[in-house]
């Protein structure tokens, strides 16, 4: 959550967790037990860990399952639209905050909190994540150059791990993470200059941090000029991001982390925004012909690179590695970009119709790596258009 002038970007609300009784469960069989989550009830898991346990290895956990009214993560997100009885980590593409329309520097405050939720993966099965504020990824941050930053970072009290954040956008040790470790249900706060303009990631960076950020935990942070931003339509956020899992990709029911296949770079799952579906079924992005399109595009990682294409579409400008203080390319058929890396694309939709977004590494699409922009207007047979055999237009399909 970022707050500007007094403004705040966030509506999770917040609210004490009570206390469950004490019973000491496996983490396995943890998972395994609340394996019909609903939004009417979730895991609550109070226990402090100063230390990681490696490979997916069982802590043992003092928890039972909470009343509804019980857990903070019950309130994070909407009904999950394709399984109304999962928690949905997924953060909507169009939560973008609106750009900044002052020029002076001001003192702007971030807000974010460390919160494992266990939720939907893909259409039959969990995962335990890691999220920042409850969304993968977590919330775009959005402030000016010159400004002064004030970060906090909670680690909520049901968290199994510490967490800390680091901001490529910091100019300090760590970018913020030496100094933000923090327990389950610690806070910690740290205060920075925005000395670069760009759009920049944040993620967690406990060790092992690519685990941290394989579960979740990143974002990204958009440092705007002094003049600010073209302006354009409508603007997304989207990253790309790998889940390694024990099991096979389909796999029904809790999923578990993979240490090894971590390390060995061997992604069961590749997504947008946190889950397989998150950007066709439940938020695909939304724009009419003629609208001027810009998506801020990153790559959590933790291991692969992106090769991002939006099929049917050429991008009219491209701001590579996030910055806006060079001069943009023109006319690019995708870009790419590293993990912890960013990009800035610009279009705008002359016909009608359903893109694709994609990595142009195509056979991630069979991991789960896809998303749908969907275009609203008037046919353009000028640009594009279906013909027969004597070279006449087809007349489009009604619905």
């Known amino acids: 959550m970022s707050q500007q002038d007094g403004r705040s970007s966030s509506n999770l609300p917040m609210s004490e967790a009570s206390e469950p009784d004490q019973a000491g469960v496996s983490r396995r069989s943890l998972l395994m037990g609340s394996a019909g989550l609903t939004l009417g009830g979730v895991l609550g898991a109070p226990a402090a860990f100063a230390q990681h ?37 997924a953060e909507n593409p169009a939560n973008v905050p609106p750009p900044i329309t002052r020029r002076e520097p001001a003192t702007v405050r971030i807000e974010l909190e460390a919160i494992e939720i266990e939720a939907h993966l893909d259409y039959n099965s969990v995962y335990r994540f890691w999220t920042f504020n409850g969304t993968i990824p977590g919330p775009f941050q959005r402030i000016r150059v010159g400004d002064t930053v004030e970060v906090t970072l909670k680690n909520n009290e049901e968290s199994w791990y510490p967490h800390n954040v680091d901001l490529h956008a910091v100019t300090g040790p760590g970018g913020g993470a030496e100094v933000t470790t923090v327990a389950p249900g610690e806070t910690k706060r740290f205060r920075f200059r925005a000395l670069n303009p760009g759009l920049y990631t944040y993620h967690c960076a406990v060790p092992p941090v690519a685990l941290h950020i394989a579960n979740g935990m990143y974002g990204m942070i958009l440092v705007e000029p002094e003049e600010g931003l073209t302006p354009v339509d409508r603007e997304f956020y989207v990253m790309q991001g790998e889940i390694y899992t024990e099991e096979p990709f389909g796999t029904a029911g809790t999923l578990t982390e ?12 590749v997504v947008f925004n946190g889950h397989v579906g998150a950007l066709t079924e439940h938020y695909p992005l939304q724009a009419r012909v003629g609208e001027t399109i810009r998506i801020f595009f990153g790559v959590g990682g933790p291991n692969y690179t992106s090769s991002f294409h939006v099929i049917g579409e050429i991008f009219d400008r491209v701001y590579l590695e996030g910055s806006v203080s060079s001069p943009p390319l023109e006319n690019v058929q995708m870009i790419k970009v590293g993990p912890g890396g960013s990009g800035i694309v610009e279009f705008t939709c002359e016909v009608p119709g359903r893109y694709v977004l994609v990595d142009h590494a195509l056979s991630r699409a069979e991991r789960g790596l896809a998303g749908y922009l969907f275009v609203e207007g008037e046919p353009n047979p000028e640009i594009f258009t279906a013909i027969d055999a004597d070279g006449n237009p087809i007349a489009p399909i009604e619905d």
Do not use: F, W
């Not at 060995?264 to 799952?269: K, P």
């Open 53 to 89: 346990t490696h490979g997916g290895a069982a802590p043992t956990l003092h928890s039972q399952e909470a009343e509804a009214s019980a857990s903070l993560s019950n309130r994070l997100y909407s009904v999950n639209p394709v399984h109304p009885n999962m928690a949905d980590i």
């Open 258 to 269: 993979s240490y090894d296949k971590l390390v060995e770079e061997r992604a069961e799952y």
